[in-house]
C-alpha cells in the first residue's frame, strides 16, 4: 500500500533557489523513502543519475534494488514495469529521451492503458513513465520530440507535464502514488530554470487534472503547458509594454489528461479570444483537441476563432534549424493580433490575412 504523498506547507525563511530538475529529483528521493513499494529504473538512472542528472545519488542512497540501470531495451524496461506494477509495486521508469519512448508504445497502448479496464478494476497499475520532451537544447533527432498526442489518445492514461519547480515536485509525487498509469513529460529545457524552493516543506500545488492561471488578463488567453509556458508569460508581458492595449491570460494546463476544462472555459469566456500554443505539431496535435473543447464550451461568448501556435508538421529540424520550428514570443503575438479586434471584420477579409495555425 502506498503511503500518502507528504507535502507540508512551505516556510519563506528556508527557501532557496532551485531547479526544476532538481525539484523532481528530491520528488523520487522523498517517494523512495516514504514507500518501500516504489522502484525507479531506466537507462543510466543508477550509477550516472540519468542523463540530466535528475536521479543523482538515488542509486547510492537506496541501492541497486530501488534504483537500477537498465539495458537500452525500452519495450523491456516497460514490460518489466508492468509486471511489477501488477504485482503491488510502483515502478517509475525512464526512457531517457522522447523518441526512445517509442519502442516501448505497444507495451503503453495494448497493456499499460488498458490493464485496469480488461480486469474490471482488479488490477490496477501505479505505473508511471517519466519522458524527458520537447526541443530547445540543441539535440539532434530522436532527442526533442513532443509525443504528448499519441499518450493523449490513447485512453487509460493520465498525462502530466510540469513547467514550474512546485509543479515538478508536486506532480511527480501526486504521480507514483496514483493508481493509475501516468506518462510524466518533463521538458528538457527548462530542467536548468530556477525559482525559490524548500526541498523540506515543499509547497502544495493543485493536483492531477487541474490547470492554472498563471497570468491574469483580460484581452485574450493563452493556452499552454510545459516548455511553452514562459514562451506565453513573455509574450503577455512584451504585448503590455509594447503598448498593444492586450492584457493576455496565460493558462497552464499542467495535466493533459484529465483535462480542466472549467478553468479553461472560464478564462475564456471572460475574455472572449483564446490561442493555443504548444511545440508539437499542429495537424492533429493537442492544441486542435483544446480548440475544438473551447468552441463547443464557449461558442456563444467567443469574438473570434480559436488560433493556434505550434511546431510545423514536419520532422524535427536540425539544431541550428530549432529556433525557426519552435514556437517564440513573435509568433505568439503575431497569432493575438490575427484575432479580430478590428470593429469592422469580415470573414472574407481576415481569410486574406491568414488565419489558423500560426
Known amino acids: 500500500m502506498s503511503t500518502a504523498v507528504r507535502q507540508p506547507p512551505a516556510t519563506a525563511a528556508a527557501r532557496k533557489p532551485a531547479t526544476l530538475g532538481q525539484a523532481l529529483g528530491r520528488a523520487l528521493r522523498d517517494a523512495l523513502a ?25 542509486a547510492a542512497e537506496f ?22 506494477a501488477m504485482y503491488g509495486l510502483r515502478p517509475v521508469v525512464e526512457m531517457q529521451f522522447d523518441a526512445f519512448a517509442f519502442p516501448a508504445f505497444e507495451q503503453l497502448v495494448s497493456h499499460v492503458s488498458r490493464m485496469r479496464n480488461r480486469t474490471r478494476g482488479r488490477v490496477p497499475m501505479p505505473l508511471t513513465v517519466r519522458i524527458p520532451y520537447g526541443g530547445g537544447i540543441g539535440g539532434v533527432e530522436h532527442h526533442s520530440d513532443s509525443s504528448e498526442a499519441y499518450y493523449m489518445a490513447t485512453p487509460g492514461l493520465h498525462v502530466v507535464t510540469p513547467a514550474t519547480v512546485a509543479d515538478a515536485y508536486g506532480l511527480l509525487r501526486a504521480a507514483i502514488a496514483s493508481d ?27 493536483g492531477i487534472g487541474r490547470a492554472v492561471v498563471r497570468r491574469p488578463g ?18 503577455a508581458e512584451a504585448a503590455r509594454e509594447e503598448g498593444e492595449g492586450w492584457d493576455l491570460e496565460v493558462i497552464d494546463l499542467r495535466s493533459l489528461v484529465p483535462f480542466d476544462e472549467e478553468t479553461v472555459a472560464a478564462s475564456v469566456r471572460r475574455t472572449g479570444r483564446a490561442v493555443v500554443v504548444h511545440e508539437s505539431p499542429g495537424f492533429a496535435g493537442p492544441g486542435g483537441e483544446v480548440a475544438a473543447r473551447v468552441t463547443e464550451r464557449c461558442f456563444h461568448y467567443l469574438e473570434a476563432p480559436v488560433l493556434r501556435v505550434a ?9 541550428m534549424l530549432e529556433k525557426h520550428h519552435l514556437p517564440g514570443v ?17 470573414p472574407g477579409r481576415d481569410a486574406r490575412r491568414g488565419g489558423g495555425a500560426g
Open 34 to 58: 516514504d514507500d518501500p513499494d516504489v522502484h525507479v529504473f531506466g537507462e543510466d538512472v543508477g550509477t550516472l543519475g540519468g542523463v540530466f542528472r535528475v536521479t543523482d545519488g538515488l
Open 63 to 84: 541501492g541497486p534494488r530501488r534504483c537500477a540501470d537498465t539495458p537500452l531495451a525500452e519495450a523491456g524496461i516497460l514490460g518489466t514495469a508492468v509486471g511489477m
Open 180 to 206: 493509475d498509469p501516468v506518462v510524466f513529460l518533463e521538458p528538457k529545457r527548462l530542467y536548468w530554470s530556477k525559482a525559490d524552493w524548500n526541498p523540506e516543506a515543499p509547497e502544495r500545488v493543485p
Open 218 to 235: 483580460t484581452s485574450a488567453t493563452l493556452i499552454t503547458y510545459g516548455p511553452s509556458v514562459p514562451v506565453c508569460l513573455e509574450a
Open 311 to 319: 511546431g510545423f508538421d514536419i520532422p524535427y529540424p536540425p539544431p
Open 330 to 346: 513573435d509568433r505568439v503575438l503575431d497569432a493575438v493580433a490575427r484575432l479580430q479586434w478590428e470593429s469592422g471584420w469580415t
